[in-house]
C-alpha cells in the first residue's frame, strides 16, 4: 500500500512570517541659493550693486551633477522691505468743489514709506490740509471709526467734506501717461485705500471697500532654468502664467493680531511694515529634472510681484548710478531638496 505524498508533511507553521525588505529612502542633497551670491565679493558688491529681484548666477562649473530626478523647494527666507507707498501707490486725485462753484482737481502725493492705515488716513488728512488757500479746513479721512457708514472697526476709510455745501471725489490717475507710466493691471493708491467708482463722485462724504491697504499681496519667484524640463507646467489666473519655483504670501508674515481692533492706531497688517518672512514648505513643490543632466553654473533668479511686474518696478527711482539702488531691496535665501528618485 503506497503512502500519499502529504503524510508526512510538517504540519502548518502558525507563526511564519514574510521575509522583511528593507525600505531606502532615496537620498537627498541640499541646493542652497542666496541673493547675494550674484557678487564675487563685497568689493563687487559696493562697487556694482544690483537688484535682489532680477539677477544671475554665474559659475564656470556645474552647480550639481546629474543623476538626479526631482528638485524641490524646502524652505525660504524673504525680507519684506518694499513699502506699501511706492512709486506706483503714492498718488491719487483729490477733487472738491465749494458751494457749487467749478470742480477743483489736485494730485495728492505722499512721501514713499510703510503706513499702517491710520497713518494713511492722517496723511491724507494733513495732504488736503495743505492745499493752496485750506479750501476745506474741516475735512475729515479716517480709518475704522464707523462715524459716517455705521462700520465701526470694520477696516474701511470715511472721508467728510466737513460743510453741507461742499462736495469731495477721489480718482485714479490716467495709466500710460507721463505722471503714471504703468498699466492698468498696477494697482494705484486709488485702489490700496479701497475705493472704487462710487468715490469718483462729488459727494459730501462717502467710504471706501473693505481694505488692509497692502500693496503687494504675494510675489512669485521664477527661475527658467530649473523648471524648464517640468513636464507639467504651472498655471495661474493671472493673464501672464510663468512656472514658478515658489509662491509667497505676504499675508504670512508677521502682523496681523486678532487681538488689535482696526480702530487701534497700532492695527498693522503685513504688507505695512518691514518684516521678514519664512516658510518651510511642509509638501514642496517637486519639479521634475533629467537624470542625465547637470544643475547649470548659470542660473537667473527672478521676482515678480501680483500684477505680473517685475519687483524692481515697485522700487524704481534709481539714476542707474552705482551706489544709487533703491534702499528698499533686500537680499533673501533659498533652501530646495535635490533628489535622485
Same mark, same amino acid.
Given at each position: 500500500?503506497?503512502?500519499?505524498?502529504?503524510?508526512?508533511?510538517?504540519?502548518?507553521?502558525?507563526?511564519?512570517?514574510?521575509?522583511?525588505?528593507?525600505?531606502?529612502?532615496?537620498?537627498?542633497?541640499?541646493?542652497?541659493?542666496?541673493?547675494e551670491?550674484?557678487?564675487?565679493?563685497?568689493?563687487?558688491a559696493?562697487?556694482?550693486?544690483?537688484?535682489?529681484?532680477?539677477f544671475?548666477?554665474?559659475?564656470?562649473?556645474?552647480?550639481?551633477?546629474?543623476?538626479?530626478?526631482?528638485v524641490?523647494i524646502?524652505?525660504?527666507?524673504?525680507?519684506w522691505t518694499?513699502?506699501?507707498i511706492? %512709486?506706483?501707490?503714492?498718488q491719487?486725485l483729490?477733487?472738491?468743489?465749494l458751494?457749487g462753484?467749478?470742480v %477743483?482737481?489736485?494730485?495728492?502725493?505722499?512721501?514713499?514709506?510703510f503706513?499702517?492705515?491710520?497713518?494713511?488716513a492722517?496723511?491724507?488728512?494733513?495732504? %488736503?490740509?495743505?492745499?493752496?488757500g485750506n479750501?476745506?479746513?474741516?475735512f475729515?479721512?479716517?480709518?475704522a471709526?464707523?462715524q459716517f457708514?455705521?462700520?465701526?472697526?470694520?477696516?474701511?476709510?470715511?472721508?467728510?467734506?466737513?460743510?453741507?455745501?461742499?462736495?469731495v471725489?477721489?480718482?485714479?490717475?490716467?495709466?500710460?501717461?507721463?505722471?503714471?507710466?504703468?498699466?492698468?493691471?498696477?494697482?494705484?493708491?486709488?485702489?490700496?485705500l479701497?475705493?472704487?467708482s462710487?468715490?469718483?463722485?462729488?459727494?459730501?462724504?462717502?467710504?471706501s471697500n473693505?481694505?488692509?491697504?497692502?500693496?503687494?499681496?504675494? %510675489?512669485?519667484?521664477?527661475c527658467?532654468?530649473?523648471?524648464?524640463?517640468?513636464?507639467?507646467?504651472?498655471?495661474?489666473?493671472?493673464?501672464i502664467?510663468?512656472?514658478m519655483?515658489?509662491?509667497?504670501y505676504?499675508?504670512?508674515?508677521?502682523?496681523l493680531?486678532s487681538?488689535i481692533?482696526?480702530?487701534?492706531d497700532?492695527?498693522?497688517?503685513?504688507?505695512?511694515?518691514?518684516?521678514?518672512?519664512?516658510h518651510?514648505?511642509?509638501?514642496?513643490?517637486?519639479i521634475?529634472?533629467?537624470?542625465n543632466?547637470?544643475i547649470?553654473g548659470?542660473?537667473?533668479?527672478?521676482?515678480?510681484?501680483?500684477?505680473?511686474?517685475?519687483?524692481?518696478?515697485?522700487?524704481?527711482?534709481?539714476?542707474g548710478?552705482?551706489g544709487?539702488?533703491?534702499?528698499?531691496?533686500?537680499?533673501w535665501?533659498?533652501?530646495?531638496?535635490?533628489?535622485?528618485?
Amino acid at each position: 500500500m503506497s503512502v500519499p505524498y502529504y503524510a508526512n508533511a510538517p504540519l502548518p507553521d502558525t507563526n511564519a512570517r514574510q521575509s522583511a525588505m528593507t525600505i531606502r529612502q532615496p537620498s537627498t542633497a541640499l541646493l542652497t541659493i542666496d541673493s547675494e551670491d550674484r557678487y564675487t565679493n563685497y568689493i563687487d558688491a559696493s562697487n556694482n550693486p544690483s537688484s535682489p529681484y532680477n539677477f544671475t548666477i554665474r559659475k564656470t562649473e556645474s552647480l550639481m551633477p546629474g543623476f538626479i530626478t526631482r528638485v524641490g523647494i524646502s524652505e525660504i527666507v524673504f525680507p519684506w522691505t518694499i513699502p506699501n507707498i511706492n %512709486v506706483k501707490t503714492n498718488q491719487i486725485l483729490f477733487s472738491y468743489s465749494l458751494s457749487g462753484d467749478p470742480v %477743483v482737481t489736485k494730485v495728492l502725493k505722499l512721501t514713499q514709506g510703510f503706513y499702517t492705515p491710520s497713518e494713511l488716513a492722517t496723511e491724507i488728512s494733513t495732504l %488736503v490740509d495743505n492745499l493752496p488757500g485750506n479750501p476745506l479746513p474741516s475735512f475729515v479721512f479716517q480709518y475704522a471709526t464707523g462715524q459716517f457708514s455705521d462700520s465701526f472697526d470694520s477696516p474701511v476709510f470715511e472721508y467728510l467734506s466737513g460743510t453741507p455745501y461742499d462736495k469731495v471725489a477721489f480718482s485714479p490717475l490716467p495709466y500710460n501717461t507721463p505722471a503714471y507710466p504703468y498699466n492698468s493691471n498696477s494697482k494705484q493708491l486709488f485702489n490700496l485705500l479701497g475705493l472704487s467708482s462710487r468715490n469718483t463722485q462729488l459727494l459730501l462724504g462717502d467710504y471706501s471697500n473693505y481694505t488692509l491697504c497692502q500693496a503687494i499681496r504675494y %510675489v512669485d519667484i521664477v527661475c527658467n532654468q530649473l523648471t524648464n524640463s517640468q513636464a507639467q507646467k504651472d498655471q495661474t489666473s493671472q493673464t501672464i502664467a510663468r512656472d514658478m519655483l515658489c509662491r509667497i504670501y505676504v499675508d504670512s508674515a508677521p502682523g496681523l493680531q486678532s487681538t488689535i481692533k482696526a480702530s487701534e492706531d497700532i492695527f498693522c497688517p503685513p504688507g505695512c511694515a518691514p518684516t521678514t518672512i519664512y516658510h518651510n514648505y511642509t509638501v514642496p513643490k517637486q519639479i521634475q529634472w533629467i537624470p542625465n543632466q547637470n544643475i547649470p553654473g548659470y542660473l537667473q533668479f527672478q521676482v515678480y510681484d501680483d500684477t505680473g511686474d517685475l519687483l524692481d518696478y515697485s522700487i524704481q527711482g534709481a539714476s542707474g548710478k552705482p551706489g544709487d539702488l533703491p534702499s528698499q531691496i533686500s537680499d533673501w535665501s533659498m533652501t530646495m531638496l535635490v533628489s535622485e528618485n
